[in-house]
């Protein structure tokens, strides 16, 4: 299909989709623009926030919560404003990521980025106004009826998603399992949807999150993140992503705020004007794993034969098993011994009352059921923030703990997980490669 052919496609797409929404009426509570005051102050978009920016060619879509209540909409008449401090933080944070756009009412034309709700009717009038909660079944009904098709029209590179419910709504969209939405956020690395978009999730620009949740300050390193990736999108078969469907490497994760994309596999190459980044050929997906053995919580011969890593205990710890990403290859030390071990994760974490384990004879048995020489938090087992997390692992070398590798100079740290950027990291990668020469089995 031809260029001219494809546009009128997408278009034609497009219009259905408004029209479904303009006609729906799935969710309890919500009130249909196309219903208020007759419609007088509706659209012929998807929604009113895509009148600023709604580009069905835009490289770049922008998802937010939702539009507001009725009282809202009427008081602005169904327009984006250029007042709202949200909405002028919004294009400064858009600079950050070298995305220059002008406020609403200074914007000809359809823009050059898309902007839309995870929720597109308006919320009932309550005194808290624009901060009345959504209910889930709303993010739930507008994903699958109008999220999911509008980006699979628009098919942007990037869908940004501001704030928690955004994100989620998102990956629920696509059938996909979120993260945890601040290690989503610190980590730095983007989920991949199905067909090929990359979700970045960020904290909402409003006044109440930066002044509690997330400084201003923190939220420009975010979207400079996301812009330093556009910049380098070429490489992106090579730069790794979050997939929970298929071995993905690592891109830029916790850490890389502080210090732009992964200074140590990564240098800049100028290319005339434009300042571009290119991997080196090291570049892979290396994270470091604590495995702690202490008190008998935990047995490395047990991981190594049931393939596991665990732990628990706290919710920093849990939101570490459960930030590993299917692909990923982890580095594994046991605390006083060294270095034992790399392999790959090989699935998504789960609880200990959850977890299964296949053993020699075939059967998918609960992994606490197994007579194991660890204790692994038993006495928690119903407590989901203290109980311990497994997650599967594709084992490719290991070695017994008295033959642990440690060295000086090897980079060490108590986090469970952690994705070091530094260069006693690379040190450290390069010598545990030639102890571990199975390291890149697969």
């Not at 009345?132 to 994903?143: A, I, K, Q």
């Not at 942007?156 to 998102?170: D, N, Q, T």
């Not at 004007?273 to 008998?296: C, G, H, I, P, W």
């Not at 098993?321 to 392999?343: H, K, S």
């Amino acid at each position: 299909m031809n260029t001219d052919l494809q546009d009128i496609d997408k278009r034609v797409r497009y219009d259905s989709l408004v029209k479904n929404r303009k006609a729906c009426q799935a969710c309890s509570g919500l009130t249909n623009p196309s219903t208020i005051e007759g419609g007088v102050f509706d659209c012929d978009e998807i929604g009113a926030w895509s009148l600023w920016q709604g580009n069905l060619d835009a490289q770049v879509m922008v998802v937010g919560q939702d539009w507001g209540d009725v009282n809202w909409f009427l008081r602005v008449k169904g327009r984006p404003t250029s007042t709202s401090p949200t909405n002028t933080a919004l294009v400064q944070l858009l600079a950050a990521a070298g995305l220059t756009i002008n406020l609403a009412n200074q914007t000809t034309g359809r823009g050059s980025l898309f902007f839309t709700n995870a929720v597109l009717c308006m919320k009932p009038n309550s005194e808290r106004g624009a901060q009345s909660p959504v209910r889930p079944e709303w993010l739930r009904n507008c994903g699958k009826r109008f999220l999911r098709p509008l980006i699979e029209i628009v098919k942007p590179k990037v869908v940004v998603c501001l704030g928690e419910k955004p994100y989620r709504a998102v990956m629920t969209a696509y059938g996909i399992t979120p993260r945890r939405f601040r290690y989503a956020v610190d980590s730095g690395q983007p989920d991949k949807l199905h067909g090929g978009p990359l979700v970045f999730p960020v904290y909402h620009c409003g006044a109440i999150v930066s002044n509690t949740h997330r400084r201003r300050a923190a939220q420009l390193e975010d979207w400079k993140r996301i812009g330093k990736f556009l910049v380098g999108e070429t490489q992106q078969a090579e730069i790794g992503i979050t997939n929970t469907n298929s071995t993905a490497p690592l891109q830029d994760r916790k850490g890389s705020h502080r210090k732009g994309l992964n200074s140590v596999y990564q240098r800049k190459i100028k290319k005339g004007n434009q300042m571009r980044y290119e991997l080196t050929s090291t570049l892979k997906s290396e994270v470091y794993a604590n495995f702690s053995t202490d008190r008998n919580s935990r047995h490395w011969g047990d991981a190594v034969q049931y393939g596991f890593l665990s732990g628990g205990g706290s919710s920093r710890n849990r939101s570490a098993i459960e930030g590993l990403q299917a692909g990923e290859r982890v580095w594994v030390n046991v605390t006083g011994y060294g270095f034992v071990g790399v392999g790959r994760v090989a699935g998504t974490a789960q609880s200990a009352a959850k977890f299964r384990v296949r053993t020699p004879d075939g059967h998918d048995v609960p992994v606490l059921s197994l007579r194991m020489r660890g204790n692994y938090r038993r006495e928690f087992v119903d407590n989901p923030e203290r109980c311990e997390y497994f997650v599967p692992m594709r084992w490719l070398h290991t070695v017994p703990l008295e033959r642990a590798i440690r060295e000086d100079g090897f980079f060490g740290n108590q986090n469970t997980v952690c994705r070091p950027t530094t260069d006693k990291w690379k040190f450290t990668i390069e010598r545990l490669k030639e102890k571990f020469p199975g390291f890149d089995s697969h």
